[in-house]
């Protein structure tokens, strides 16, 4: 069973910074596509960004130029770099697999980008 593990959330101005990492158990990880996911409060959980385990990477629209995933496939960890923050940013962030498997979902990281 995988095992994933969010942290990194907090509050932080427009225009701010925030770094998400993701920690996961099990050899899984290292052959899987992974992503980061997001929800807001009232609307329905949406894919941040996504990437290969040969580092290729695709983005929403929202967030392009604005953030980065990276992993670490040593370390079993991904990470989003979140930078220019804006208020819609807003939300729950959730990584799992690409497509997601239910079973996977952890607690979450909170990320309020509020003045």
């Known amino acids: 069973q995988v095992q994933l593990v969010e942290s990194g959330g907090g509050l932080v101005q427009p225009g701010g910074s925030l770094r998400l990492s993701c920690a996961a158990s099990?050899?899984?990880?290292?052959?899987?596509?992974m992503g980061w996911y997001r929800q807001a409060p009232g609307k329905e959980r949406e894919l941040v960004a996504d990437i290969t385990r040969g580092g290729s990477a695709n983005y929403a629209d929202s967030v392009k130029g604005r953030f980065t995933i990276s992993r670490d496939n040593a370390k079993n960890t991904m990470y989003l770099d979140m930078n220019s923050l804006k208020p819609e940013d807003t939300a729950v962030y959730y990584c799992?697999?690409?497509?997601?498997?239910?079973?996977?979902w952890g607690q979450g990281t909170q990320v309020t980008v509020s003045s």
């Open positions: 099990g050899s899984y990880f290292s052959i899987s596509i």
């Open positions: 799992n697999t690409y497509p997601y498997i239910d079973d996977y």
